[in-house]
T-cell receptor
Framework: GESVGLHLPTLSVQEGDNSIINCAYSNSASDYFIWYKQESGKGPQFIID?????DKRQGQRVTVLLNKTVKHLSLQIAATQPGDSAVYFC????????????FGQGTRLTINP | EAQVTQNPRYLITVTGKKLTVTCSQNMNHEYMSWYRQDPGLGLRQIYY???????DKGDVPEGYKVSRKEKRNFPLILESPSPNQTSLYFC???????????????FGSGTRLTVV
């Protein structure tokens, strides 16, 4: 069945370094991908999205890369800050009228001072 | 402030005692959905609604009911809760099904339910 997974469940980085969070998706026909950030005690919050006709999209300090050949999605966070500590989820939207997002299990990002 | 409001935030109940988790959004969104979040399983969709009086099952609908009598409200009903429904629940809304459903997803703060 459809599944979206993350390569690493936890990631620790030094404050100021760049972070890369990876995601593998299984449905090659998915046409839309999203990264969410979930802080402790809160619901997921939208970070950045990308459509399948693109391979890169940049936001403020964040970049999403999409490699459809290997069905891989990544989130790059530049100059990580303590406020970036959270669980990050990737999600895909299958195309055939499915009214849902398929979420990965999440990666916990910890920023070391 | 645009938001999705869930109540209660925390709930401990006993097996078999009917309960309702309320969800309300003030953004006039057409699409609403319920997810449960469990360790190692991520977020899984329970039910969704594309508009008033239109609801459909997600991936894990067993043991749950929903209703959409008004556009702003989408309550989740557990008629006879069981311990395997202990979980963290999120309600989400989106402006339109046709808009991809992702960018427009606004999540509530969650309801942590424990069934003993």
């Amino acid at each position: 069945g459809e599944s979206v997974g993350l390569h690493l469940p936890t990631l620790s980085v030094q404050e100021g370094d760049n972070s890369i969070i990876n995601c593998a998706y299984s449905n090659s026909a998915s046409d839309y991908f999203i990264w969410y950030k979930q802080e402790s005690g809160k619901g997921p919050q939208f970070i950045i999205d990308i459509r399948s006709n693109m391979d890169k999209r940049q936001g403020q300090r964040v970049t999403v890369l999409l490699n459809k050949t290997v069905k891989h999605l990544s989130l790059q966070i530049a100059a990580t800050q303590p406020g970036d500590s959270a669980v990050y989820f990737c999600a895909e939207k299958p195309p055939q009228g499915a009214q849902k997002l398929v979420f990965g299990q999440g990666t916990r990002l910890t920023i070391n001072p | 402030e645009a938001q999705v409001t869930q109540n209660p935030r925390y709930l401990i109940t006993v097996t078999g005692k009917k309960l309702t988790v309320t969800c309300s959004q003030n953004m006039n969104h057409e699409y609403m959905s319920w997810y449960r979040q469990d360790p190692g399983l991520g977020l899984r969709q329970i039910y969704y609604s594309m508009n008033v009086e239109v609801t459909d099952k997600g991936d894990v609908p067993e043991g749950y009911k929903v209703s959409r009598k008004e556009k702003r409200n989408f309550p989740l009903i557990l008629e006879s809760p069981s311990p395997n429904q202990t979980s963290l629940y999120f309600c989400a809304s989106s402006p339109s099904v046709g808009q991809g459903g992702g960018r427009g997803y606004t999540f509530g703060s969650g309801t942590r339910l424990t069934v003993v």
